[in-house]
């Protein structure tokens, strides 16, 4: 069996950036990355608006911490926040180093435009395709440095021995097949769990599979029900139309034309937080100054010029996905799923209670975004926390020998898929069905407006959806480019994550950030100002609880 030095389960920019920083650390170590899409098929190629760092004149990096904590609702460990907003600007320079094409100023320099929850001009940008811009220079450096991946291969497992992780299970789903890649230290930088909630920004592969990875393998999830729903995505498609378009100058208007943000936020407006404009659109819209389910989205007045120039994306969107051209007609948006605050929880070089597994990224919880993410942090975490963690798990396993593994959990994993292959019985019921309708659940209870009556509903149809979810069954049984068989793995992912977030969301009673609860409307920090931490039972999950870091910025 191979065994690597560093395996990193997801190619995206976290997976990547890891890759990258843990061969530059150690040249000549066997660094290999598997991943269940080729790698510029990641969610990270879909990202529009733009990546943080104080690189302004008039920017500081304590001035982003502060945005950062502030924007989180003080729940983010300021450690790791310090970390990431200081780091941030080398960042940034390495990356148009490493070739990433970003809009220009008319002074030539890399140009910034303003996001909500921030005073500032902070977010650098590749017009509205920076994710696309960043990624696809990050995986020309993966090639130039021959970094192998396992492309089209779905990992099923993580292998723990002798109480360490020790590589995974991977299914390869081009040739069909089970094996075990044996590595000193494991990387998850699998991404988010957006497709748990039916009105999603995400890729349909956005399945929370590294957070159940490691959920399995006995490693707490934290702060998981805190879901970022984003305030604009297209109507009735969960496209994402970005918060770069109000940066921009857009307006929002409800039914009767009002710019209805001056009554929720009169000083930030279209740019506050998300979880500000989120709770304004949903309210707009529960008391009857919607437009058929959304609110308005008006560019109009920025002019076709700049439009085409900073938002061509957006337009192409809007066109073909609902049949209107922004430079004449406002947009119709909704707020839809997004981002996962929460995720597996690490310190700040990414490692995990469980030596030899690490994580970094949107499947990781740091924590820098608490309970609420500002724009352009999320695509800044991936760097900073994926080299990060490359350069530690480098560091650790550097003069480790190799150990040999055995095959038990490759029994195990084969065992579990043969028994999925097997299922036979009368419902018929395909995988698809079961995550339709866990989406249906948790869009509907678990939204932006949550109360206990609706949480437990939604806990008692995930229970439910589970026991289901065991026995749908697969039309395809063959071996090559099975994915009947990938949707139903992708499906037990789905379901693990959302009983964590509805247990976070059912014990924290409270409102904050993305977490609004209709029945606690208020902040409580006497009780609240803690982190959840969901660990797996049999029974389902169990919660415990556990300070946050403050450093410099007390809650206000
Ligand atoms: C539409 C959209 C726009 C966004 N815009 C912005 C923005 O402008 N600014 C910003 O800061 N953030 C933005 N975000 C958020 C940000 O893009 C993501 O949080 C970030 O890119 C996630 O990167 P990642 O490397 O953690 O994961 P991803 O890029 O999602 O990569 C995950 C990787 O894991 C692999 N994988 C997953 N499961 C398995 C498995 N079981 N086996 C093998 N491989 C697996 C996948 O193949 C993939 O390679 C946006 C998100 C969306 C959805």
Same mark, same amino acid.
Request: net charge negative; proline share 4%; glycine share 10%.
């Given at each position: ?39 510029? =098929? ?77 005073? +500032? ?35 099923? !497992? ?141 560019? =109009? ?96 396993? +550097? !003069? ?14 084969? +065992? ?91 014990? *924290?009673?409270?409102? *904050? ?44």
């Amino acid at each position: 069996m191979k065994i690597h030095d560093v395996l990193i389960v997801g190619a995206g920019l976290a997976g990547m950036r890891a890759a990258l920083s843990a061969l530059a650390h150690v040249p000549g170590m066997d660094v290999a990355i598997i991943s269940k899409v080729h790698p510029v =098929r990641s969610h990270s190629v879909a990202a529009q608006g733009g990546i943080n760092a104080a690189i302004g004149e008039h920017d500081s990096w304590e001035a982003h911490a502060f945005d950062t904590a502030k924007g989180g609702l003080y729940l983010g460990d300021q450690d790791a926040i310090e970390g990431m907003c200081r780091e941030a600007p080398d960042d940034i320079l390495e990356l148009e180093r490493m070739g990433v094409i970003f809009s220009r100023d008319e002074k030539g320099r890399i140009a910034q435009r303003p996001f909500g929850g921030t005073g +500032a001009v902070r977010t650098c940008y590749a017009a509205d395709r920076t994710g696309h811009a960043i990624l696809h220079a990050m995986y020309e450096q993966l090639l130039k440095h021959r970094i192998f991946v396992y492309e089209e291969w779905y990992v099923t !497992s993580l292998i723990v021995e002798e109480s360490g992780c020790r590589g995974v299970v991977a299914w390869d789903i081009q040739r069909g097949g089970l094996h075990a890649i044996g590595a000193k230290a494991v990387i998850l930088a699998a991404g988010g769990s957006g497709r748990v909630f039916l009105t999603s920004t995400n890729a349909v592969i956005n399945t929370g599979d590294g957070m159940a990875l490691a959920y399995r393998a006995g490693v707490p999830l934290m702060d998981m029900e805190f879901v970022q729903f984003h305030p604009t995505t297209l109507k009735d498609t969960g496209i994402l139309i970005t918060e770069g378009a109000r940066g921009e100058g857009g307006y929002l208007l409800n039914t009767l034309g009002d710019r209805f943000m001056a009554w929720y936020a009169p000083d930030q407006m279209e740019l506050a937080t998300r979880s500000t404009v989120s709770l304004a659109i949903g309210q707009e819209i529960l008391e009857g100054r919607g437009v058929d389910g959304c609110v308005l989205l008006d560019l =109009r007045h920025l002019g076709r010029a700049r439009i085409e120039e900073r938002l061509p994306q957006i337009r192409q969107l809007a066109i073909e996905f609902a049949g209107v051209d922004p430079v004449e007609t406002p947009i119709p948006v909704q707020p839809g799923a997004h981002y996962q605050m929460g995720g597996v929880r690490t310190n700040q070089w990414g490692e995990t209670e469980l030596p030899g597994l690490y994580a970094a990224g949107e499947c990781a919880c740091v924590s820098v975004h608490g309970a609420n993410r500002l724009g352009g942090n999320s695509l800044l975490e991936t760097i900073v926390f994926g080299r990060r963690a490359g350069l530690r798990a480098a560091e650790a396993v +550097a !003069s480790q020998p190799p150990r040999a593994l055995s095959d038990a959990t490759l029994r195990a994993e084969a +065992a579990r898929i043969n028994k999925l292959m097997a299922n036979e019985g009368k419902s018929l019921e395909r995988a698809w069905q079961v995550r339709d309708e866990l989406g249906q659940a948790m869009s509907l209870n678990l939204g932006i407006f949550r109360t206990k009556e609706s949480m437990a509903e939604a806990g008692k149809r995930v229970r439910a959806l589970k026991d289901r979810a065991d026995r749908v069954v697969l039309q395809d049984r063959g071996k090559i480019f099975n994915t009947d068989l990938i949707q139903a793995l992708e499906l037990q992912s789905l379901l693990d994550v959302a009983e964590t977030i509805v247990a976070g969301a059912m014990a *924290r009673e409270e409102s *904050r950030g993305a977490h609004y609860r209709a029945d606690f409307p208020k902040r409580d920090d006497a009780t609240w100002l803690q982190h959840s931490i969901a660990r797996r039972t049999p029974d389902g999950p169990r919660l415990d609880f556990a300070p946050v870091t403050i450093t410099r910025f007390p809650p206000k």
